[in-house]
């Protein structure tokens, strides 16, 4: 991939830039939690996002997105956003970044990526998080503080591109590190990193092909009933909720957002647990606690899908430690703990089944936890 940007670029552009690179994520447990200020699970995974920066020394970003094959040209004011999806999220980056008094002139860039797309897997934090680090690096002296760099790209969802996404997906792009997971309490954004290397088990990760789009899906609305439900119970969020709390204002609450809560509230608590079980190398706990989700999630939350259940459902048959839908939802892959000496069988298995009912294989896709944003060549 870097070849390959490296030549474009020169031919585009004439010259040589900086490379940098940010992963996309896996989230072992703890999904829909961030934006309730909860627990997340996440980790960095060996799919990135990489770019080639220079500065042009004008006041317009030049970008070439080698995956569409598209090219697009935009100044850095508000009034200059452009149409395009895809650069948008650049555009977006480099609005916040300036909005926090952070510097951004013009420049030069032609990017590319590994990480599935609509999979589930974060492919928009990562190019937030590549940029939002490369600005850093490249106008302002790495000042701004990785946190930030996480909140620069939250906010381009926010309010370049529709999607009121909590942190968790920039935070792990941002934040991640090889062979760690990383435990992240999304109120205090205190996080701890947990050394992951399950002895005798595989994670992988099945994708439905399902295509999962979180601008103008029901994303918003599931963060809109949580906030209701807070709202009713005097909170700022669902951090401090608790089971009995929500069975005293059940009749103040539709029942979708009664639900929706009572998934939230679970979901916090398994977060830990399986904290604490990883600590005992007890993955029977973890994976206990990942179906839980993953039927949370689908009956409760209801941001899974036929495909995804089937996927979930194949895994129990095989015996598969721990299975669930992973990221937002309404698509994308399943995340599964499986038993090595059971890998091979669970996956020829899904393959074969998933086909027979939908006309085509799940892709499988094996991830490394790695690291997040950096630099690649000077
Ligand atoms: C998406 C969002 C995250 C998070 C997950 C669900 O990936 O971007 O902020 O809410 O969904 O856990």
Known sequence: MKEQIQEQFKQR??????????AGRINLIGEHTDYNGGFVFPGAIDKYIM????????????????????????????EDAPQEQWARYIFGVCRETIKRGGTVKGFDTVFAGNVPLGAGLSSSAALESCFAFALNDLFNDNKIDKFELAKIGQSTEHNYCGVNCGIMDQFASVFGKKDCLMRLDCRSLEHEYFPFHPEGYKVVLLNS????????????????SCE????????DT??????????????????????????????KQRVLDVCDALERGDYETVGRCMYETHDGLSRDYEVSCEELDYLNDVARECGVTGSRIMGGGFGGC?????????????????????????????????????????????
């Open 228 to 235: 209701r439900v807070a709202a009713t119970l005097g909170l």
């Open 13 to 22: 552009f004439g010259t040589d830039g900086v490379i940098y690179a940010s």
């Open 209 to 224: 092909k399902v295509k999962h789009e979180l601008v103008d899906s029901p994303y918003n609305k599931r963060r809109e």
């Open 238 to 267: 669902l951090r401090d909720a608790t089971y009995t709390m929500l069975a005293d204002v059940r009749d103040k609450v539709s029942d979708e957002d009664y639900r929706r809560a009572r998934f939230v509230i679970g979901e």
């Open 51 to 78: 770019a080639e920066i220079n500065i042009n020394g004008t006041d317009k970003v030049r970008v070439f997105s080698m995956d569409m094959d598209a090219y697009c040209e935009f100044g850095l004011n508000e």
């Open 334 to 378: 399943t995340i599964n703990l499986v038993k090595e000496d059971r890998y091979d069988n669970f996956i020829a298995t899904a393959k074969e089944k998933f086909n027979a009912k939908y006309g085509h294989e799940p892709e499988v896709i094996n991830v490394i936890i790695s690291d997040g944003a950096h630099k690649v060549i000077d």
